[in-house]
């Protein structure tokens, strides 16, 4: 009986132990190239229009789309340029990990070689 609950202790401490390293070598996607999008917004409470430009990278791509990560974001109404606000968190989150049309960013960096 006693080797019967050694191996069930051994047993749960090795799949521990593997559970523990497996968590750490989750791979993170890395950013290819820089660029910046640019998109036109208007609200509609009071007919405000600004443009935001948008740094963003490069998570992966097909030929016509790429799936983007926000970097910062700048706008023509300083209303929405307060980092932090809700308002500048609202215009990261509509375009963070989202695809977009490749030929509408401007790229700033060539792609790195990996």
Known sequence: MG??????FTGVAIFYLMYIFSRGRKEEKKEVRRGLYEESYTIASDSTD????FEIAE???TDTKTKVKVISVN???SAYN?????DHNILK?????SWVLTEEISWITNQLLK
Do not use: R
Request: charged fraction near 10%; proline fraction near 0%; charge should be negative.
């Open 82 to 86: 307060i980092v932090g606000s809700n």
């Open 50 to 53: 600004f443009v935001a430009t």
């Open 3 to 8: 080797a019967f609950i050694s191996g069930v």
């Open 75 to 77: 706008t023509t109404d």
């Open 93 to 97: 989150m509509m375009v963070d990990n």
């Open 59 to 61: 998570i992966e791509s």
